[in-house]
Nanobody, 126 residues
Framework: QVQLVESGGGLVQTGGSLRLSCAAS????????TSWFRQAPGKEREFVAA???????????YYSDSMKGRFTISGDNAKNTVYLQMNSLKPEDTAVYYC????????????????WGQGTQVTVSS
């Protein structure tokens, strides 16, 4: 059974940084995609970034246009963990951030993901 556990959320001021972690068990990077989504109060869950690999050695990153340049997704094979480095945070980045995983290639569609973490709250104060 695949389990995803997020950590690293918290309260930060505008312009600050946070690094979220998603520790995975029960799966490897090879042939899978791990993504970050977020959901603000009253809004739909939206795609943030994805990390995909066919062989567990070469990774491809994808980003939402609105976060490209501020957020960076990366993976650590040895720790089976995916990170989301978030810089230049804005109040509109306030949301619960979720880690999700699926077999196969990159997707922005939440319905295609089989596994989800419990979420971690990120709050950016103005």
């Amino acid at each position: 059974q695949v389990q995803l556990v997020e950590s690293g959320g918290g309260l930060v001021q505008t312009g600050g940084s946070l690094r979220l972690s998603c520790a995975a068990s029960g799966r490897t990077f090879s042939g899978s995609t791990t993504s970050w989504f977020r959901q603000a109060p009253g809004k739909e869950r939206e795609f943030v970034a994805a990390l995909t690999s066919t062989d567990g050695r070469i990774f491809y990153a994808y980003y939402s246009d609105s976060m490209k340049g501020r957020f960076t997704i990366s993976g650590d094979n040895a720790k089976n963990t995916v990170y989301l480095q978030m810089n230049s945070l804005k109040p509109e980045d306030t949301a619960v951030y979720y880690c999700a995983a699926r077999l196969g290639s990159y997707s922005r569609d939440t319905s295609t993901y089989n596994y989800w973490g419990q979420g971690t709250q990120v709050t950016v104060s103005s």
